[in-house]
């Protein structure tokens, strides 16, 4: 049986839209990632209590409500608190304001995101950083694998 990276996907907690993470979680399926969606309005307590239930390679967090950045400077900082050297992305629409969401950049990668995914080109910008992932021999899409999780 082949082992594929794991990947944990959630969102902030105010944050109700699902629509996007079933599509991250098809995404990254197709992208050879094995994938637990841990649905919508995410408790900070949840993204730590999974990520103590099963070793993950990479946390992803997604936010169309605007609130992204605000909420997730938050889980960023317990998360580093745990896990210092694992992967941590985040993406969407962060802010409220379109011109703040470039200047939030920044302040999310300084607080401990490894890459913050924004803008017109933030799927495209998400893929290059996946191919920048150690990859595991013989890896295949694990679109397959990818059973809704949520709940």
């Not at 490894?114 to 150690?134: H, K």
């Amino acid at each position: 049986m082949k082992v594929l990276p794991h990947c944990l996907l959630a969102t902030v907690e105010s944050d109700s839209h699902m629509w996007n993470l079933v599509y991250l979680q098809l995404w990254l399926g197709e992208h050879g990632l094995q994938v637990k969606n841990l649905g919508s309005c995410t408790p900070i307590d949840a993204v730590l209590g999974a990520l103590e239930q099963r070793r993950s390679d990479l946390l992803v967090i997604s936010s169309v409500n605007g609130h992204g950045y605000s909420q997730g400077l938050e889980l960023i900082r317990q998360v580093r608190q745990r896990y210092p050297h694992l992967r941590c992305v985040i993406g969407g629409k962060l802010t409220t304001s379109e011109a703040q969401t470039l200047a939030v950049r920044r302040a999310l990668i300084d607080a401990g995101y490894n890459q913050v995914f924004v803008g017109a080109d933030a799927i495209e910008q998400f893929s290059a950083y996946l191919s920048t992932l150690p990859t595991q021999p013989d890896a295949e899409p694990a679109l397959a694998l990818c059973a809704p999780s949520w709940g």
